[in-house]
């Protein structure tokens, strides 16, 4: 419960129901809540459907306490033992584990895609102030009700305690809080009040509200002590005289806010909304504002054509105390998302009445047969049932006594020797069959609730064996669940929006440094709010919060230490499965997966070894300009390197032409040499020829001259 400031005592008459006059330019609620309307919306509370009692019993069957004193005292009549197995708890705890196991964290997201740094800081803000205020067990606790009954509430607001954390997130128990029930929507967006009752000690009420005390310690001693005469001649105080008079007439009972015994006032926390008809302003970036004239930056773009208002219905929340029929602060909506303060987590609700309802309503029937069966199965193994002659035995009350025993010994008369004249049965056969019952009934309360016995770590006799088959019964299970899932996490949903509109406002419009990805390789600051002088328009700010839209949805990977293993030993298989040389090229991602402090050190000294650089979104400034340093660097030698190849590539060529020359040259000599030989080679053969023709003619000559 926030606590209201006590010096804003409302001195309006409460049966004022009149409406609140304005201009129609800057649009107000229809004034004060009034007693008389306030009145009516607890007559609809006390008209409600009947459906608390019901969860309450509900909430026993899990806590074990699945037996009436009625009931007891029933079976105690009976000989029954008051036996219980207590099957509905280990289910629902493996629902709630499954919650555990599979929880996802907070994003913020922007409606435009420049505006990621700035979605990237709200997201390291709000998930700092998620850590401080403890919103996993405030949910996790509001999701245990949700399951078990069917409703459970998140409270959302301010902590009034200042060595406390600044937020706080609670989980508020059904039976405190009160709601329109002719609201349809799952957010209670369209409800017009939400009333929240606390019990509070006198001391403590009047600290809360010092300005009513006369009144609160008046109230509790039935104004016994208080002098009407003295006191409006005394000291005139009138509004003490007309809170008497309201208290006479109102039709609220006493023992609805007043405990004379222990001193204590049931203090009623109430929001409600009134909707009113006012202009709003449509910004070019999609945002919608209200329209308030009083601004001077809406009337400015309003005086200068950029934007023309428009005509809306607007809603307006409002939060109002009250002790009984006494009215002690009524204010406007603390906060600045105009919702309540309390996120609702229903589990299922019933089509004709609305009435919430959660899987343990599904499981009393077969839990109550279990619980029956094994009393009378427990009675039958210990009963017998005797079918016996009227002068069979002596004395029937001892055979009885005796039967009972099971090392009975009876003794019959002498003259009743016939058979079946004395006959005693066990039950065997009944109990046996009672036994195949309830092992019926049994897996009947997991059935009903759609959790198989793989989901809980159990064996089932001839069912799925192999990996495959129990994650289809494991998925099937969850499947079951995903309607009740589902609206788990559309509340945590607003939960994270709900603390998001407070982190925003504390950051309001100052620079606020925020680093981002802290001890990690992509380490760098985003500035909130960073103001900058523009050269045509004058003072401005990058990442204005005030002026982006920003939503919080929830990662689709889970954010469990179970979950990180699963991926870290997926990681280190598939590092295995690949051949040498390449896993040395995600040997660092592996280093990295793991929980180890130094993890990331590690991992640059392998990126090192190996050759690998980290890329440019993962560098720090520091590290940006010693890489840029060493890109330049390593440009230099490289054209130094490439002016020397140059140089060397010349000399090459020059000293090869150089060459070509002389061989051209020599090449050519030894033409001019080849051909003079030739020529006299050709010389000499013909000489030599014509002397082998003259010869021979000559030869010729002679052998005719011989003949």
Known sequence: MRYAAADQRETQDYDDDLATEDDGTYPKT???????????????????????????????????????????????????????????????????????KSRTEWKVAPDEDDNDDMAEALNVKLHEAERI?????????????????GLH???????????????????????????????????????????????????????????????????????????????????????????WG?????????????DT?????????????????????????????????????????????????????????????????????????????????????????EDRTGVPYGLIRS??????????????????????????????VANHEVAAAEVARPDSYIKLKKDRRRENAFKVDDNVDLSVQQFHVMQEAKQEVQDAAGVYNQMMGK???????SGIAINSLVEQGSITLAEMNDNYRYSRMLVGELLLSLVKEDIGDQETAVLIAKGTDKERTVVLNQAFNHPQIGPMRNNDIARTKMSVVLEDVPNTPTYKAQQLNQLSELTKALPPEMQAAIVDMVVEATDLKQRHDIADRLRKVNGMGKQADEMTDEEKAIAQQQQQFQQQMQ?????????????????????????????????????????????????????????????????????
Not at 376 to 385: E, H, I, N, T, V
């Open 30 to 100: 229809k004034g004060p809540l009034t007693l008389h309307r306030y009145e009516n919306w607890l007559w609809e509370i006390n008209n409600q459907p009947f459906w608390r009692t019901e969860a309450d019993i509900e909430a026993d069957y899990y806590d074990n306490n699945q037996l009436t004193a009625s009931e007891l005292q029933d079976l105690h009549d009976r000989g029954l033992a008051p036996l219980v197995t207590n099957l509905i708890a280990p289910t629902v705890d493996t629902v709630l584990g499954m919650e555990a």
């Open 246 to 258: 309201i208290e006479q007439n109102s039709s609220i009972e006493e023992q609805e806010w007043l």
């Open 261 to 349: 015994d222990r001193r204590r006032v049931c203090i009623h926390e109430c929001w409600y909304r009134d909707w009113v008809r006012g202009k709003i302003l449509r910004l070019p970036n999609g945002m919608v504002v209200e329209y308030n004239p009083k601004n001077p930056l809406h009337a400015e773009a309003v005086v200068s054509g950029l934007i023309k208002p428009q005509s809306a219905i607007l809603s307006k929340v409002r939060l109002a105390w009250f002790i009984g029929p006494h009215k002690l602060v009524d204010m406007d909506s603390p906060y600045p998302h105009n919702k309540f303060p309390y996120v609702p987590f229903f589990g299922k609700r």
């Open 153 to 243: 509430w998140a409270e959302v607001s301010r902590e009034f305690d200042p060595f406390a954390p600044p937020y706080r997130v609670k989980a508020v128990h059904r039976r405190e809080i009160w709601w329109d029930w002719l609201a349809r929507e799952p957010d209670l967006s369209d409800a017009r009040y939400l009333v929240r009752r606390r019990w509070t000690d006198e001391d403590l009420a009047i600290l809360m509200f010092p300005d009513h005390a006369d009144l609160i310690s008046n109230a509790l001693s039935g104004w016994n002590d208080w002098n009407y005469e003295l006191d409006e001649n005394a000291t005139g105080n009138t509004w003490l005289i007309r809170e």
């Open 459 to 465: 064996d089932m006799p001839g069912g799925a064996t």
């Open 133 to 149: 205020a403890k919103v996993d067990r405030a949910v996790s606790d509001a999701y245990a009700g949700q399951i078990k009954v």
């Open 639 to 707: 054209d130094l390197q490439m002016r020397e190849q140059q140089a060397k590539t010349a000399k090459a060529e020059a000293e090869a032409k150089f060459t070509g020359a002389r061989t051209e040259k020599t090449l050519a000599e030894t033409a001019k040499i080849d051909q003079t030989t030739d020529h006299d080679i050709d010389s000499h053969a013909l000489s030599v020829a014509e002397g082998a023709k003259r010869l021979t003619e000559h030869r010729q000559e002679e052998r005719a001259e011989g003949e």
């Open 363 to 392: 499981m009393k029937s077969p839990q109550d047969e279990v619980n029956a069966r094994k009393r009378k199965m427990m009675w039958l193994l210990s009963a017998r049932r005797v079918i016996a002659d009227e002068d069979a």
